[in-house]
């Protein structure tokens, strides 16, 4: 009896233990489309960029989303940095992809290319607004 309970217990645990990522597991878009704020007009010398998640999938969600903390909802960058009235404020649209900080495009990329890692976009105009 007590062989019999302790199996169903280590089984029950196994399965446990096996089903625990996909009660985790997030979906993520392929690919995002950044664009400004709602109800805000873009800039014409800006276009939208577009955003691969698998290229970044070796980075945690949490480098990017700094304000998950590995449960609930993961906000799209805009939810919080609406903000086009400077760009030095750091909770702003622009700050979000270009200040120098690792949690932001630019500051993770120019960071990576400085210790000589493959990175990607780090030029305003050729490499990630590309004129149409």
Not at 19 to 36: C, H
Not at 77 to 97: E, G, L, V
């Amino acid at each position: 009896m007590k062989k019999s309970v302790l199996v169903a217990i280590v089984s029950a645990l196994a399965v446990l233990a096996m089903s625990l990522p996909s009660l985790f597991a997030f979906e993520v878009p392929e690919e995002i489309i950044i664009t400004v704020p709602e109800g805000e007009e873009p800039l014409e010398k800006f276009p939208e960029v577009s955003f691969s998640h698998s290229a970044h999938a070796d980075i945690s969600c949490a480098q990017c989303h700094h304000m998950f903390e590995g449960c609930g909802e993961i906000m799209s960058c805009r939810d919080c940095h609406m903000s086009r009235d400077s760009r030095k404020d750091p909770s702003s649209f622009f700050a979000a992809w270009h200040a120098q900080s690792d949690i932001s495009c630019l500051g993770c990329h120019r960071g990576m290319k400085a210790e000589g890692k493959e990175t990607g976009p780090v030029a305003c105009m050729t490499e990630c607004h590309p004129q149409k």
